[in-house]
């Protein structure tokens, strides 16, 4: 196959082929690609022609890299990306990298259990945690962390939640998930109602306006566990933390799910808190089995 000055068109030249049609990329991700071409220069067939590229030395090249494991998956996106162009300018009949080349090529990504908080470990880093702002004010850090606890919510959502949102003849808070502009709602959970009756009172009642003007917490956090010598949480810990509450304190996954603003009637709760719902089932199992015991 040809290249555009009629020579043999190189897995080099697919890179610039590439270059030109992606020209609408952000300046950040230019230079990862850059990058990546520069990586692919020590490709063994990248000054031959890209015809003559097979799956084996394109395995062989992969395996002697060593990179991350989000670094080389994405290499390899931006490898076949390279030679996809070929494909769709004329130069490659077909792409040597087919599905089984994919599957050994990208490495699997090892899931680190999350750490999440316990109620205790939670309102210990909430009462040492250091607010800059005012007690009492929207940038009052002890209470924008309480929130996200008690409510189960995530800083997007927290970070947009007004006055206006707080329905108090339903007692329940009304969200829109910042991620899917959904709508949806979380109940004043028992330990949140007398929170927000007590933060809205100290406030002076207002009706209006963003209930916080805190961007994030996340470096307040990682400071506050790390006076504590406590593992390194994360803002979204502490709903997980809200979410894990519910669950061992009987609540349907289903409803959990609503509560979060899922749409799968609880398909994803119950894959990353199978362990959590594992317990419990065993404890309900205990419970049954005692009852009959006793009947």
Known sequence: MRGAQGGIATVGFLCGELAKSKQHLSESTKKTQDRYKKLLENFIGYSEAA?????????????????????????AEYFNSVLEAGVSGGYLSKNPITKEIKKQIRKKLIQKPTQIPTVEEA??????????????????????LSFLFLAGIGEAELNALAWEN???ANERINIQRQKTGEYFYVPFFPWLK?????????????????????????????????????????????????????????????????FQGHRDNGILIQRVYAYVISSNSQNFERQMLNMLENS
């Open 166 to 168: 707080i329905d108090w």
């Open 51 to 75: 015809y003559k590229t097979t799956g084996l030395q394109i395995t062989q090249f992969f395996s002697g890299l060593d990179l991350g494991v989000r670094d080389n998956n994405s290499f």
């Open 123 to 144: 309102e210990k880093i909430i009462e040492n945690i250091i607010s800059k702002g005012k007690p009492d004010s929207e940038y009052c850090a002890k209470d924008y």
């Open 194 to 258: 007398p929170f927000i009756q007590d933060l809205w009172e100290r406030r002076g009642k207002p009706s209006k306006g963003f209930i916080f003007k805190i961007k994030s917490l996340k470096q307040g956090i990682w400071n506050t566990c790390k006076r504590l010598k406590l593992p390194k949480y994360s803002p979204r810990c502490f709903r997980k933390a809200c979410i894990v509450r519910q669950i061992r304190g009987g609540m349907p996954v289903d409803l959990v799910a609503k």
